[in-house]
């Protein structure tokens, strides 16, 4: 067994020396969510259904490229990366059929990883359920397996796939993420969480089509769990840990009546179908369902428009070739017919509903159900099954505990499901830049404060002006935080998402060069990560095969950090086979502690402690100053300094990316040590030798290039005495562009103000 690399003590965690990491993670990669072989973006239709026939060996990225990757991204200042992985990935061809080249293909590359000295933690990813409802996750089979017809999910607007759409390049934005509301994603997350509850008549192979579900689940993540614990050169160095299934959705159960849009469903755009009429529409009946748009104050109706399947229904019909995948479907779930409608819910021969609040109580007790009842009973109990599972192979991983997105975690603080190795892992995203695609300077919405009942009306959570939008995301995150400390007791919390779109303003940036709204953007959301002493993050996300035309290559999706269309941020000094010390740690001008002229260190003075060779790097410093540069990606936003590794507690940090300062207030129980001193990351294009300054409160420090398997970043070491320390490093400062659409911002606040004023 390899040895630790990190722990938890309590809501942080430690290294070897003890001292406090902070994880700066970024996802890896999102080209992960769609197969290499046929290499299938969500905009692609040909050979869509033949899903048992791919394969994701290539994926996120070639062993060829893994360097490449990996490089960059350490040189970006990133340690940590969250692994993204899909069932569908383990498991394409069928039930209990694992793709072995596959697996040894991840294998390849967390072993390329790991040289880098990344910490990683796997991610079983999904969303909206898999790539033939809209997203990705589960094979295909999972849906023929409930009694879906992939075929149909178009005409019925049971999920809507953008392989599918008639014109792919015109896929509504963000239209994705209201497939959680159709019919598909309904059926299938309600049969996964709840199948023995709320459809008992779903037996497959002798089992509830809950238990058929989650066993196989969890069987393909112990299966790829077990390959890298026989590896025996990957376990808890890199991967410290095991995230849960990614983004869990309750489908149906806890709807007080199906027949009603649910008050807690924030989320509307494009058509919007009650339950009740997704039910009739997946079984071919026409329904003139509500249209709704997204504004700045949210979702808003729209209009109507006429959904007519023409008869054609998404249950696979009576005469379908059910032993395909060798299972054998119980006689008393019959095909070519709504599993809704075997269960009573309603009459297909007089197209009624009749129990409209089939899923508002527990069968089993009659308990009232709610979202929270969910997520501490149903949720909760394939967690645990989960959960049992990793510890059964690697019994002290970290566990990366996801609760479904934005809502109350579970209660289980001084239980037994209070893990000292848990993480609370929650989401973040601005969603009125996400789906707007628009960074608005002037005004925003505490969604979360709105959520949580903090407000008496909507207009009340408006907050204007850029200081009180990032002060606001960092009162969000920090609420997230705390309330995950409240429910599941003290553990470190890791947003394992949070990023921006980089196609904002109808692709402004891409056509002028301007990216000051994404850095605008980006900023704010990484000022609000430092303000709210979250333990990490990962940024969502890296795209090995991001462009300008496609995004993401993923419905349309555009928040990759790294493009093939962009301009690189300027590599680091050193070459790979640079095998240099950069400092000289017994020469006398190494930095000497408690002196007067080295607590100061301006440009004047910086050569008095560091060598003439260390102040010029090898690269081209006028490409760091060329103004051409500015801009490139955002890169200004997101490379940007952390502490790495704190000797004593982190109190806390900040990045001012304005004008180029980078603080760091701590405690320290005792001196540091020699060889461990607190680390902080030192990005080289906002800090370069030459013209960075340091003030610290007290010892010694260095700034140096490190490399580590070809790639190369600066650090700042700092040595320094007991009790509340502090540092202040001043780079270069660089003029950031000016807002986009001002004006236009101002008159639509106006008209969102209004219109909030009237919701009560």
């Given at each position: 067994m390899a040895p630790f690399r990190l722990r938890i003590d309590g809501r942080t965690f430690r290294d070897a020396d003890n001292r406090e990491v902070t994880l700066r993670g970024i996802n890896v990669a999102g080209d992960a969510k769609f197969p290499a072989k046929p290499d299938q973006p969500s905009y692609v239709a040909e050979d869509f259904f033949n899903g048992d026939n791919v394969s994701f060996v290539g994926r996120p990225f070639s062993v060829e490229e893994a360097h490449t990757h990996f490089a960059r991204l350490k040189r970006w200042g990133y340690n940590t990366i969250r692994y993204i992985f899909t069932w569908e990935a383990i498991e394409a061809a069928g039930p209990g059929r694992y793709d072995e080249e596959w697996i040894q293909h991840t294998i390849s590359v967390l072993r390329i990883a790991k040289t880098y000295g990344f910490y990683i933690f796997m991610d079983p990813h999904q969303d909206v359920w898999s790539r033939f409802s809209g997203g990705s996750g589960a094979p295909m089979w999972t849906l023929y397996a409930c009694g879906l017809d992939p075929r149909l999910f178009d005409v019925t607007e049971a999920a809507l796939v953008q392989n599918t759409y008639p014109e792919p390049e015109?896929?509504?934005?963000?239209?994705?993420?209201?497939?959680?509301?159709?019919?598909?994603?309904?059926?299938?997350?309600?049969?996964?969480?709840?199948?023995?509850?709320?459809?008992?008549?779903?037996?497959?192979?002798?089992?509830?089509?809950?238990?058929?579900?989650?066993?196989?689940?969890?069987?393909?993540?112990?299966?790829?769990?077990?390959?890298?614990?026989?590896?025996?050169?990957?376990?808890?160095?890199?991967?410290?840990?095991?995230?849960?299934?990614?983004?869990?959705?309750?489908?149906?159960?806890?709807?007080?009546?199906?027949?009603?849009?649910?008050?807690?469903?924030?989320?509307?755009?494009?058509?919007?179908?009650?339950?009740?009429?997704?039910i009739?529409?997946?079984?071919?009946?026409a329904c003139e369902i509500d249209t709704w748009d997204f504004g700045g104050m949210g979702p808003y109706k729209?209009?109507?428009?006429?959904?007519?399947?023409?008869?054609?229904?998404?249950?696979?019909?009576?005469?379908?070739?059910?032993s395909r995948y060798g299972w054998k479907r119980d006689p008393g779930w019959k095909l070519g017919e709504c599993l809704w409608a075997q269960h009573g819910i309603w009459d297909p021969e007089t197209d009624t509903i009749l129990k409209k609040d089939y899923f508002a109580k527990n069968p089993q007790n009659g308990d009232k159900l709610d979202y929270e009842y969910f997520t501490n009973h149903y949720y909760m109990a394939h967690y645990r099954k989960y959960n049992a599972m990793v510890k059964s192979i690697f019994p002290d991983a970290l566990m990366f505990f996801q609760p479904p997105v934005l809502e109350i975690p579970p209660k289980i603080k001084g239980t037994e499901d209070d893990d000292p190795n848990m993480i609370f892992a929650p989401h973040f995203y601005d969603g009125i830049t996400l789906l707007t695609k628009k960074w608005n300077r002037v005004w925003n919405i505490d969604v979360f404060g709105v959520l949580r009942g903090k407000y008496l009306t909507p207009a009340f959570a408006i907050?204007?002006?850029?200081?009180?939008?990032?002060?606001?995301?960092?009162?969000?995150?920090?609420?997230?935080?705390?309330?995950?400390?409240?429910?599941?007791?003290?553990?470190p919390c890791v947003f394992t998402e949070i990023g921006i779109p980089y196609d904002m303003d109808d692709k402004h940036a891409y056509k002028t060069g301007d990216y000051s709204s994404q850095i605008a953007a980006l900023d704010a959301n990484h000022f609000a990560l430092e303000a709210s002493k979250a333990n990490g993050f990962t940024l969502w996300t890296y795209v090995t095969t991001n462009n300008h035309e496609w995004g993401d290559q993923w419905n349309g999706e555009d928040l990759s950090i790294y493009s093939v269309d962009d301009r690189q941020i300027p590599g680091a000094s050193i070459s790979r086979n640079d095998s240099r010390t950069s400092f000289d740690t017994?020469?006398?001008?190494?930095?000497?502690?408690?002196?007067?002229?080295?607590?100061?260190?301006?440009?004047?003075?910086?050569?008095?402690?560091?060598?003439?060779?260390?102040?010029?790097?090898?690269?081209?410093?006028?490409?760091?100053?060329?103004?051409?540069?500015?801009?490139?990606?955002?890169?200004?936003?997101?490379?940007?300094?952390?502490?790495?590794?704190?000797?004593?507690?982190?109190?806390?940090f900040r990045f001012d990316l304005r004008n180029c300062t980078f603080s760091l207030a701590l405690t320290a129980p005792s001196s540091t040590k020699e060889e461990a001193p607190t680390i902080a990351f030192l990005p080289e294009f906002h800090f370069p030798?030459?013209?960075?300054?340091?003030?610290?409160?007290?010892?010694?420090?260095?700034?140096?290039?490190?490399?580590?398997?070809?790639?190369?970043?600066?650090?700042?070491?700092?040595?320094?005495?007991?009790?509340?320390?502090?540092?202040?490093?001043?780079g270069v400062q660089r003029r950031q562009g000016a807002a986009l659409g001002v004006e236009e911002d101002l008159g639509y606040l106006a008209q969102c103000q209004e219109r909030a004023c009237t919701v009560m």
């Amino acid at each position: 067994m390899a040895p630790f690399r990190l722990r938890i003590d309590g809501r942080t965690f430690r290294d070897a020396d003890n001292r406090e990491v902070t994880l700066r993670g970024i996802n890896v990669a999102g080209d992960a969510k769609f197969p290499a072989k046929p290499d299938q973006p969500s905009y692609v239709a040909e050979d869509f259904f033949n899903g048992d026939n791919v394969s994701f060996v290539g994926r996120p990225f070639s062993v060829e490229e893994a360097h490449t990757h990996f490089a960059r991204l350490k040189r970006w200042g990133y340690n940590t990366i969250r692994y993204i992985f899909t069932w569908e990935a383990i498991e394409a061809a069928g039930p209990g059929r694992y793709d072995e080249e596959w697996i040894q293909h991840t294998i390849s590359v967390l072993r390329i990883a790991k040289t880098y000295g990344f910490y990683i933690f796997m991610d079983p990813h999904q969303d909206v359920w898999s790539r033939f409802s809209g997203g990705s996750g589960a094979p295909m089979w999972t849906l023929y397996a409930c009694g879906l017809d992939p075929r149909l999910f178009d005409v019925t607007e049971a999920a809507l796939v953008q392989n599918t759409y008639p014109e792919p390049e015109k896929f509504p934005k963000m239209i994705w993420a209201t497939n959680y509301t159709r019919l598909v994603c309904q059926v299938m997350f309600t049969l996964f969480f709840g199948g023995k509850d709320f459809a008992p008549k779903a037996i497959i192979d002798g089992k509830n089509i809950q238990d058929y579900l989650q066993d196989h689940f969890i069987a393909a993540c112990r299966h790829l769990a077990r390959r890298i614990h026989e590896a025996g050169d990957l376990e808890y160095d890199p991967i410290i840990g095991w995230e849960s299934l990614n983004e869990p959705n309750r489908g149906l159960i806890s709807y007080q009546d199906l027949t009603l849009i649910p008050k807690e469903q924030k989320l509307q755009k494009g058509t919007s179908p009650t339950a009740w009429q997704a039910i009739l529409t997946g079984s071919g009946r026409a329904c003139e369902i509500d249209t709704w748009d997204f504004g700045g104050m949210g979702p808003y109706k729209s209009g109507t428009a006429l959904i007519d399947p023409e008869g054609r229904s998404v249950w696979l019909s009576s005469d379908h070739y059910d032993s395909r995948y060798g299972w054998k479907r119980d006689p008393g779930w019959k095909l070519g017919e709504c599993l809704w409608a075997q269960h009573g819910i309603w009459d297909p021969e007089t197209d009624t509903i009749l129990k409209k609040d089939y899923f508002a109580k527990n069968p089993q007790n009659g308990d009232k159900l709610d979202y929270e009842y969910f997520t501490n009973h149903y949720y909760m109990a394939h967690y645990r099954k989960y959960n049992a599972m990793v510890k059964s192979i690697f019994p002290d991983a970290l566990m990366f505990f996801q609760p479904p997105v934005l809502e109350i975690p579970p209660k289980i603080k001084g239980t037994e499901d209070d893990d000292p190795n848990m993480i609370f892992a929650p989401h973040f995203y601005d969603g009125i830049t996400l789906l707007t695609k628009k960074w608005n300077r002037v005004w925003n919405i505490d969604v979360f404060g709105v959520l949580r009942g903090k407000y008496l009306t909507p207009a009340f959570a408006i907050k204007i002006g850029e200081t009180a939008i990032r002060n606001c995301f960092a009162h969000q995150l920090t609420a997230i935080r705390q309330e995950g400390t409240d429910y599941m007791g003290i553990h470190p919390c890791v947003f394992t998402e949070i990023g921006i779109p980089y196609d904002m303003d109808d692709k402004h940036a891409y056509k002028t060069g301007d990216y000051s709204s994404q850095i605008a953007a980006l900023d704010a959301n990484h000022f609000a990560l430092e303000a709210s002493k979250a333990n990490g993050f990962t940024l969502w996300t890296y795209v090995t095969t991001n462009n300008h035309e496609w995004g993401d290559q993923w419905n349309g999706e555009d928040l990759s950090i790294y493009s093939v269309d962009d301009r690189q941020i300027p590599g680091a000094s050193i070459s790979r086979n640079d095998s240099r010390t950069s400092f000289d740690t017994t020469s006398p001008s190494y930095s000497q502690a408690q002196s007067s002229d080295t607590l100061n260190v301006s440009p004047a003075n910086l050569k008095q402690t560091l060598s003439t060779e260390e102040m010029t790097p090898r690269g081209s410093r006028e490409q760091l100053r060329d103004p051409d540069l500015q801009g490139f990606r955002a890169a200004e936003a997101f490379v940007r300094p952390t502490p790495i590794a704190t000797h004593g507690e982190n109190v806390s940090f900040r990045f001012d990316l304005r004008n180029c300062t980078f603080s760091l207030a701590l405690t320290a129980p005792s001196s540091t040590k020699e060889e461990a001193p607190t680390i902080a990351f030192l990005p080289e294009f906002h800090f370069p030798a030459g013209s960075t300054s340091v003030e610290v409160s007290g010892g010694k420090w260095t700034i140096s290039s490190e490399e580590q398997s070809g790639a190369v970043w600066q650090v700042l070491r700092w040595w320094h005495a007991e009790g509340d320390q502090t540092m202040t490093v001043k780079g270069v400062q660089r003029r950031q562009g000016a807002a986009l659409g001002v004006e236009e911002d101002l008159g639509y606040l106006a008209q969102c103000q209004e219109r909030a004023c009237t919701v009560m």
